[in-house]
């Protein structure tokens, strides 16, 4: 009986995961703050969500098919799916489309598929498409909402959420400062965090999501249950998001204690904000990321140290897609020189010394 | 004004001067790079590579006139030395790479005349006067000088075999789902 | 016994239900039987017999050449039929010298060595010489022969033997069952090499998932004081070497250095048992327990096998295939190399045949490396599988090497968790295998400078000598004269030819 010469050398086994299953984990994980959050701010958002996540698909494969590759295996991995979500997800809901469509477009064409594709990108792609969008339309992409959930009073119905979408139509007296925005524009004004701090809402409510904010910044609560439920699968390490939240947490904690006036506590920072999405989700993108444990580490203190800083210190209110772009650009040389020993050698290469036997 | 000119020429000058003292002192000695490429070929002086010998071709390899390329008994080894010496890289994927090839005596046709022992660069043919002749394969690195002064033609170059011994897998063949196909060098 | 982690390593669905609670059974002479002269490292033996010649069960029909080498035996009595090249048990798919050789059906033994007596009165030359003489090399999969290793002990100083019963590869269960069946004659084997060793402590490592195999093992040795058994972690590659020496001592062996060079040498249990059959019987390495298993075969089974039966004869004995495989294996699937047919022979180190399905193998298209950093996480080599990849995928050996895949002994973890499916390992393998190359033709080229330098001495010497001799006879004869500047030339030309 004459069987199958192998072209290939072993293993002739292999786990069961793969490139699908990881991202379909991930897309589940954030599954239930989304569903909330488009509850929380209606159809304008449900529209928006859309509209960002068909661009990406449709730019991938456009993408795609011009360099040549094959679109539909390529578009089965669901990155560019994964990558539409996390974007839309950074952008305040009631943006009109045309917001979605651009980000895409750096997203997906600028950031990913300049560099060669998927496993070739230096930067984030959803934070680079967030982070050109802040800069070239600062108005629309920082006007808030407060929540107005689905099917209440007072929540724009289907027709009215196309006019706000797609006519650019914008109902006076509904928007809002998120939190963190709110306290940085009285401290220009000379009023301690101390006072400003009594205006946000609670912590209570910051964790569960009815405050203004992208939908990645609400809910912080349900936005920890994914992380957990990814860590849990082993699809990310608690490395990341760890040192990501301790770092943000300790800089500020300290800080606060130093001066309360001027610095906002540890806890605000980590509830507010896009802390946990970042932390979970945005930071530990697999590509962009150091492969090493210990270069994780490094990236994930990095990464909170700067949120802080950029909250704190510059113009903008939120910090999260700056600072992992900043230590994305670091990751290769964190990489470099935090490669693990090998066995039966020392960190330099050099075999190990011969123990002497007594 | 003229302060300004006055200070800043003189300044020029002098720095100008330094710059030029160090140029003649402190330049780095450079390494007879011939000498060192011709260490790293064969030294077999077969003219494969279309130059009379190995200096001559390492003259060239110096002066850049030449491609790292042209040593076949050198084999792939030898390519990446000099490109490595050189600092180029050497496009070893156009590189033809010819398999590597030893002498071998058809014994029916030899008449025992000891030309090729003579010609042999590296003493790798066995025998004398009268007596048959056979190839040392282990010697031998395929230059093929002897070939030609054969009286009855009795020398062919083949391609050393592949045993167990020397066989190892061959580049894998991907057909990546994102890409076009890699196709694995023979090698 | 405390015992010490190690890095890296992976869980692999293990499936060795399959034939783990199968006894062994022993296959019935099949009709040829197909000894190569290597099944080893080292030197091929030399072939000591001629097509025709009857041989009987035991007798040498050829001989180790130098030390690194072994020798082969007949697994039966019967006639040498030829000796040709026959297709080896390699992924290659080349051929090597193999005697073919016709079983009688008599099964009759050859006239023995003796019996050692009291192997522990012996020195260990005694021990060592007949370890070699029965054609004993490592059973594990590495086939190193194993009397090298018993010599070890002149020039190290040694303290323990551990014999390495992990058998952390799936589907595999042959030493499993060896330690069940056999243990007695696994710890006298074990306490004869100890003795020719000059190790006074002996350490039994055996993976936790073989309970039954601790259990009778631990009873084996319980008369001995200085045994121990150990249970280790379930974690593959556990049966590495070194890895297992890490989890027992907690040592890290120098990278270059042997295990030997930290006072352990370790051997396979069923290496173990050969050497007592070959020291208190006289028997050479003969057969050995060969674990048939996958969801192709119909019957898996443990099976004791005569070297140089056929695959195919094996394959049969089991039910055959219950379906078409997707891959026939030599060995564990992990570190098992593809085999080109089933006509090739059952040799000395191989331990398993498997006949896997697509299912099993659960092979899919490569994608595109995501980075993320899980087969950084599982190398128990501490190596950085992606980037060596990289750099090999681009034809840049150089690269992979400075990041120390010569380090890398293949062990698949990293294949194995890759979600892209890179063949981590098959990159690795290539990039090793031409990195030696180079090196070879490195070494090489150096011979053959030094061989052309010697050579145009020897022509400058001759051409001076030459001169020399010329300038003395101007002078003396006249060079016009036909017969003398004839031998004036013959003489020359034979001083030119020295």
Known sequence: MSIAIMKKSGPFSHGLNSVQKTMFTVLLALLPATLFNLYLFGWPAIMLFTVTVGACLVIEAGCLSLAGKPVMATLADCSALLTGWLLAMSLPPWAPWWIGVLGAIFAIAMAKHSFGGIGQNVFNPAMVGRTVLLISFPVAMTTWIVPHPLFSAGAPGFFDALAITFGGHMPDAVSSASALGHIKTELSRHIPVTQSMADVPGLMDMMLGYRAGSMGETSAILILAGGLFLMAKRVISWHIPLSVMGGLFLIATIFHLVDPARFASGTFHLVSGATFLGAFFIATDYVTSPVSKTGQLIFGIGCGVLIWLIRTFAGYPEGVAFAVLLMNSLTPIIDQYTRPRAFGRNRKGEPLPLEKKP | MWIAIGSLTVMGIILGALLGLAAKFLAVKENPLEEELKELLPGSQCGQCGYVGCSQYAAALAKGEAAVTLCPPGGKATIEALAKKLGVTADTSDHEEKLPEHAFIVEDLCIGCTRCIRECSTDAIMGANKLMHTIIVDACHGCSKCVPVCPTDAIVMVPVKVTLRNWHWPKPEIENTHSKPEVGHAH | ?498
């Open chain 3, 1 to 498: 016994m405390k015992l010490f982690p190690i890095l890296g390593g992976i869980h692999p669905e293990y499936r060795k239900e399959l034939t783990s609670e199968k006894a062994i059974v022993v296959m019935p002479m099949p009709a040829a039987l197909y000894i190569p002269l290597q099944q080893h490292i080292g030197a091929p033996a030399e072939v000591l017999v001629a097509a025709g010649e009857m041989v009987k069960k035991g007798q040498m029909i050829a001989r180790n050449q130098g030390t690194v080498s072994a020798s082969q035996h007949a697994p039966t009595s019967g006639r040498i039929r030829t000796v040709s090249e026959v297709t080896a048990p390699h992924p290659s798919g080349l051929p090597q010298t193999t005697i073919i050789l016709e079983p009688d059906g008599k099964d009759e033994w050859a006239e023995l060595p003796e019996p050692i007596a009291d192997p522990f009165a012996v020195d260990a030359h005694t021990i060592n010489e007949r370890v070699s003489q029965s054609g004993i090399v490592g059973m594990g999969g590495a086939a190193f022969p194993s009397a090298i290793k018993l010599n070890l002990g002149d020039q190290k100083k040694l303290d323990t033997l551990l014999l390495n019963g992990a058998e952390c590869e799936p589907y595999l269960t042959c030493d499993d069952r060896v330690m069940r069946e056999y243990p007695d004659e696994i710890i006298d084997g074990a306490r004869i090499m100890a003795h020719a060793l000059g190790t006074p402590r002996i350490v039994i490592g055996i993976e936790q998932n073989k309970p039954q195999a601790i259990e009778s093992m631990t009873k084996a040795a319980s008369a001995f004081s200085n045994i121990e058994v150990v249970g280790v972690p379930v974690q593959y590659p556990m049966g590495s070497e070194r890895h297992l020496v890490q989890a027992i001592t907690g040592l890290e062996t120098p990278a270059r250095k042997l295990t030997a060079d930290l006072g352990i040498v370790v051997h396979n249990v069923s290496t173990a048992r050969a050497v007592h059959h070959a020291v208190r019987f006289g028997r050479p390495l003969v057969a050995r327990v060969v674990t048939v298993s996958g969801g192709a075969i119909r019957e898996p089974n443990n099976v004791l096998v005569p070297i140089g039966a056929s695959v195919s004869d094996l394959v049969e004995f089991c039910g055959g295939f219950a379906e078409r495989p997707e891959s026939v294996v030599n060995g564990g699937p992990m570190m098992g190399s593809p085999l080109p047919s089933l006509e090739v022979p059952v040799v000395k180190g191989t331990s398993g045949i498997l006949a896997l399905t697509a299912e099993e193998i659960n092979d899919r298209p490569t994608e595109n490396c995501i980075r993320c950093g899980s087969c950084v996480t599982v190398c128990p080599c501490g190596l950085s599988p992606l980037d060596m990849a990289a750099f090999i995928r681009k034809d840049k050996l150089e690269g992979a090497a400075k990041l120390g895949v010569m380090d890398c002994f293949s062990c698949g973890s990293c294949s194995y968790v890759c979600p892209s499916h890179i063949p981590l390992v098959h990159y690795f393998n290539y990039a090793k295998g031409v990195l030696n190359d180079l090196e070879r033709e490195r070494n090489k080229n150096d011979r053959i400078k030094t061989l052309a330098e010697v050579r145009t001495i020897r022509i400058e010497k001759a051409t001076e000598a030459k001169r020399a001799t010329l300038a003395a006879r101007k002078p003396a004869s006249d060079t016009t004269q036909p017969g003398n500047s004839g031998e004036a030339k013959a003489a020359i030309e034979e001083k030119a030819n020295v």
